[in-house]
């Protein structure tokens, strides 16, 4: 699905991604690690579009994205959530799923003037669709609150409410389990879990906590100094001594 060949990418004199090669198979759940300043979070920048490599290629689908911006990407499939909510704080939960779907008819002014019917029926649809996924959610009691209102845990199911709203084929979670207390992250996590048994949804997810990686994710890629180290089951790799070295010996030199 997701194929990362040679990246690298520098800030000024500051080298964050180091000639990092790695695949996300499609229909897998695809756990990356490493300690703080591994190159996460950059590498993921990259993959979602938020910035271009200073060198190498990125592939979805065996096309070259390389540099598209974010947009372009959300067209061809790849969606992303944030470690920290990026919610509409300003409408409620319902609304925010509403305005996810593209090419929404009401968007058009003459649709909207001369069409209101036709507009009225695919809002209807809309509405439909975003209650069917509130209640997956079991977020039905805060379905009409703002959404600035609600927890961090209610703002990230909400968050991969909006992934469902849509029909993506890859979706990048940064961290999901910052911040959320543990009855809502078990509901994230069953989520993913669904979507990705019923609806063979591939993701790729960056993750401090460990628990949580060991229960979504095979395979794990560890990266450490802005590379790819190792990729195994989470068993191997909590037993992979260069793992251990790399998160408690220092192994992160030169990379952010």
Known sequence: MIDVQDVSKRFGRVLAVDRCSLSVEKGTITGLIGPNGA??????????????????????????????????????????????????????????????????????????????????AQEAETRARAEDVIALLRLGHVRNELAGNLSGGQKKLLELGRVMMTDPKVVLLDEIAAGVNRTLLNDLAAVVERLNREEGLTFFVIEHDMDLIARLCDPVIVMAAGTKMVEGPMAEIRANPEVVEAYFGGGQAGAA
């Open 39 to 120: 190159g996460k979070t950059t590498l993921f920048n990259i993959v979602a579009g938020v910035f271009a490599p200073s060198s190498g290629r990125i592939l979805l689908e065996g096309e070259d994205v390389t540099g598209l911006p974010s947009h372009e990407l959300f067209g061809r499939g790849l969606l992303r959530t944030f470690q920290i909510a990026h919610e509409f704080s300003a409408m409620t939960a319902l609304e925010n799923l509403m305005m996810v779907p593209s090419g929404q008819r009401g968007e058009n002014v003459f649709a909207s003037c001369f069409r209101r019917g036709a507009v009225m």
